[in-house]
Structures are given as structure tokens and as C-alpha cells.
């Protein structure tokens, strides 16, 4: 052992004697590790988005959106004949809710939305929001947690009664150092009573979320989906004269002067989301579900319905492909500065064959001289993976900071990439070690 401590002795003090030779070689093993690390790094931190994305839309849920069919204006007189020979569909209706629950066993919560645009006002203070109709349920299917208060109980979705749960920043813009709990607060002509505040959620790509059919929670009002149609907006009440009477079931009712401009959305519901018990279940639910609104609207494909979760994974994988090509982009680094250290190796080797034979004519063995050039090559890739890493971290926290991109950089990543940068030595330095070692010692001190 005492004999091979000697041998990398004398290459350290090689080593240290080309400082320069010694750093340049090592550049390649430094930046292909740096570069493995930190692509690891933005793959993992991908991935992990992704997973919250996951966690935010729910799990098992689908959603049913309807298709609003756009026509031009100019297309409404020569389409006129054609339209009265269409079937008829009601399109997404409270209804398409309840036959839901009866009929699909494996649902096992469920939410209708509508959602409407107007302004909050509270002691003077007026702002844009958007209030959104729901059951309690909602808030269990999408993970929404309470910072204070309560949800919806039974006999507010029953009644319809005028109280709400708003989102976090709501309470700031209104209540900053107050709960705001059985306070009012005035949504478009309605007061209602505020019974519970939602957790602030993290900060997201809303129109992503909203993508996917979640309404991101902060500056949203939400109210029991009863509510909303008695007291805010019905669009399954049909116009019957310019009065204000409209229908509504087998009663009527009076609508104000403030309400009389009509919605362009022409679906009672906006959104339907519906949670499946198992992830199993979710294509098979997903047919019956297809097969169910199409016989309900009299064949018309007017909605369309969307698995998130099954998106998300799928970008998921996606992902996933993308960070093996990264890391395979990056770890081509290392095979290359592990190619420099052999030509380096091979460089050495002939630079220094009289004193390769000056040690084989003085006693030294074949192993020993494989020794000496492989601690060269082994110290190379090791000091330059210590680099690599450090450096590597380095570079994954200044990507988050500058370029706002979540790195996650994992313990494993540092030791695989450490661990190859020391395997590269090995590989590569080991032909230039034995090649030095079969050098005939006569023919060495001839060389000149």
C-alpha cells in the first residue's frame, strides 16, 4: 500500500508541477458535471410544478364544459331555415347535475359553476371580481382549504341564502386588519354575509389553471349555486315580453331593470366537475358520462369533457422524456472531458517517456507506472467533479433567482454526477496509464 501511496504521490506532484495542463483538463469534467446538475435540477423542479398542478386541479375529477357554437352575423339569415331543423339542447343544466348523481355509482362529489363578472363594494371601496356559483363540494375537489370560517352548510345551498366565502385576497382589499366573518359585503346589487376566508393559494399561471377548469381561488367570491340562480343570474329563465316577466319551472318571477340585458352564455351552468372514487374508473366514467349528455341533449355534441389529472400526467411524461434528453445532452459533456483527459494522458505520456524509463530502470514495476498515470487521470476527474458540483449549485440557484424557474437540486443527482465524473477518470486515464507502462525502459532513455 505504502508502494502505491508513493506512485500517486508522484503523480500529485506531477499535477501540481502543470497547474495550468491540469485545469484546462479538467474544464471538461467541471462544466459536464455543472451542466448535469443543474439540468437535473430544472427537471425536478419541472416536475414538482407539475405535481402541485396536480394537486390543484384535484385528483380524479372531470370536467364538463359546454361548446359555445359562434355564428356571424352575416350567417344568421341564410342559416335561419337550417337552425329550425336542429334538434333542440338545453345545453349544461342543473338537471345534467342531478341525473349525474343518479345514475353514475362511482361519482363521489360533485359541483356545478357559474360564474359572474361584476364589482365589490365595501365602505366606499369598489373593485372588479368574480363571483361563482358552487356546491360545498367544490372545496373538497379542489383541495381549497379554510384560513378561517366555514363552507356552505346544507340549509344555505337549500334556501339560497345571500352568504359567501371569499378568497384571500378578497379579505385583504377589504378587511386588511379585521376578519371579515358575518361582515357584508355588496356583490353587484346583493349583500352577503361572509362565512368563511379561503387559504391563499401559491402563486400559479392562472390562465393555465383556468385551462384546465380551476378557477383560482384569491380574488374570487364564491356563493351557493341556488343563490346565484335566484339572486344574481338564471339563464335557463326564458324572456317573455319586454314587462320583465320571466318563467322559471312552473312559477315566475319579476326581474329588475338592472337585469335586463341578456348574457351572451347561453348554458345554465358554466362548468360541471365531477369526482371520480377511483383513478381506475376515470375512462369507463368518462364514456358514460360522453354517452349520458349526448341522449340528455337530444344527440347534440354541444359540451365537452376533459380528464386534468390525465393531462397533467400526461405533460408529465412528457417532461420526463425531456429531462432524460437534457441529462443525456449534458452528461455527453463528461464523456468528452473524459476524452480530453485521455488525449491529455496520451500527451503526457509522450512528453515524459524519459522519465517513465528512468523509474522502470530503477525498479519500478509496470504497476507502479500504471498507478502514477491513473492517480493523474483519477485526480483530474475528481477534483473537477468536486468543482462541477459546487458550481453546479451554484448554477441551478441563480437560474431560480434570475429566470424565476423552480431547481430542485436532489442528493442523487450530485452523487451520480460525481460518481461518473470518478468513473470517467478511470475509463478514459487507464489506456494512456498502460500504454506509459509498456514502454521499453532501454528504448525511453534513448528517446530524445
Not at 455543472?34 to 375529477?61: C, D, P, R, T, W
Not at 352548510?153 to 378568497?167: A, Q, S, T
Not at 523509474?359 to 476527474?381: C, P, W
Request: glycine content about 8%; some cysteine; hydrophobic content about 45%.
Amino acid at each position: 500500500m505504502k508502494r502505491y501511496m508513493h506512485d500517486v504521490q508522484i503523480g500529485l506532484d506531477s499535477l501540481m508541477s502543470n497547474k495550468l495542463k491540469s485545469i484546462l483538463t479538467a474544464l471538461g469534467i467541471i462544466f459536464g458535471v455543472a451542466a448535469v446538475i443543474s439540468m437535473l435540477a430544472i427537471g425536478n423542479g419541472a416536475q414538482q410544478e407539475i405535481l402541485k398542478q396536480i394537486e390543484m386541479v384535484g385528483v380524479n375529477n372531470i370536467v364538463i364544459t359546454p361548446i359555445l357554437e359562434l355564428k356571424a352575423e352575416s350567417d344568421d339569415n341564410s342559416t335561419e331555415s337550417n337552425n329550425k331543423s336542429k334538434k333542440f339542447s338545453p345545453g349544461l343544466t342543473i338537471k345534467d347535475v342531478e341525473a349525474i348523481k343518479q345514475i353514475i355509482p362511482s361519482v363521489k362529489r360533485i359541483s356545478p359553476e357559474i360564474e359572474y363578472s361584476s364589482f365589490v363594494l365595501k365602505n366606499g371601496k369598489r373593485e372588479s371580481s368574480k363571483l361563482i356559483g358552487v356546491t360545498e363540494d367544490y372545496f373538497s375537489i379542489f383541495n381549497l382549504k379554510l384560513q378561517e370560517g366555514t363552507t356552505f352548510k346544507k340549509r344555505h345551498e337549500i334556501v339560497g341564502l345571500p352568504v359567501c366565502v371569499v378568497g384571500a385576497n378578497i379579505k385583504v382589499k377589504f378587511f386588511n386588519n379585521e376578519s371579515p366573518i358575518g361582515k357584508q359585503i355588496k356583490f353587484g346589487h346583493v349583500w352577503l354575509t361572509i362565512i368563511g376566508v379561503l387559504e391563499k393559494s401559491a402563486n400559479v399561471d392562472v390562465s393555465a389553471f383556468e385551462n384546465l377548469g380551476v378557477s383560482v381561488a384569491n380574488d374570487k367570491i364564491y356563493v351557493p349555486v341556488k343563490t346565484m340562480l335566484m339572486r344574481f343570474e338564471n339563464r335557463a329563465l326564458i324572456k317573455t315580453g319586454e314587462g320583465g316577466m320571466t318563467f322559471f319551472g312552473g312559477g315566475f318571477m319579476i326581474s329588475s331593470g338592472a337585469n335586463k340585458t341578456e348574457s351572451k352564455k347561453t348554458n345554465q351552468l358554466d362548468k360541471i366537475v365531477v369526482q371520480i372514487d377511483e383513478t381506475d374508473q376515470l375512462k369507463s366514467s368518462t364514456e358514460i358520462l360522453g354517452n349520458m349528455f349526448l341522449r340528455r341533449h337530444n344527440g347534440v355534441k354541444d359540451f365537452e369533457i376533459t380528464v386534468p389529472e390525465l393531462l397533467l400526467k400526461q405533460q408529465q411524461e412528457t417532461k420526463k422524456i425531456f429531462n432524460i434528453v437534457l441529462g443525456a445532452i449534458a452528461g455527453i459533456s463528461l464523456i468528452v472531458g473524459g476524452i480530453g483527459i485521455m488525449n491529455i494522458m496520451f500527451a503526457s505520456v509522450m512528453e515524459r517517456i524519459k522519465e517513465i524509463g528512468t523509474r522502470l530502470a530503477i525498479g519500478a514495476t509496470k504497476k507502479d507506472i500504471v498507478a502514477q498515470f491513473l492517480s493523474e487521470a483519477i485526480l483530474i476527474s475528481v477534483t473537477g467533479g468536486l468543482i462541477g458540483v459546487i458550481l453546479g449549485v451554484g448554477l441551478a440557484q441563480f437560474i431560480s433567482y434570475f429566470f424565476e424557474i423552480t431547481t430542485i437540486v436532489s442528493v442523487l443527482s450530485v452523487f451520480v454526477a460525481f460518481g461518473v465524473s470518478a468513473a470517467v477518470g478511470v475509463v478514459f486515464g487507464y489506456s494512456p496509464a498502460k500504454r506509459a507502462a509498456e514502454k521499453d525502459p532501454i528504448e525511453s532513455l534513448r528517446y530524445e
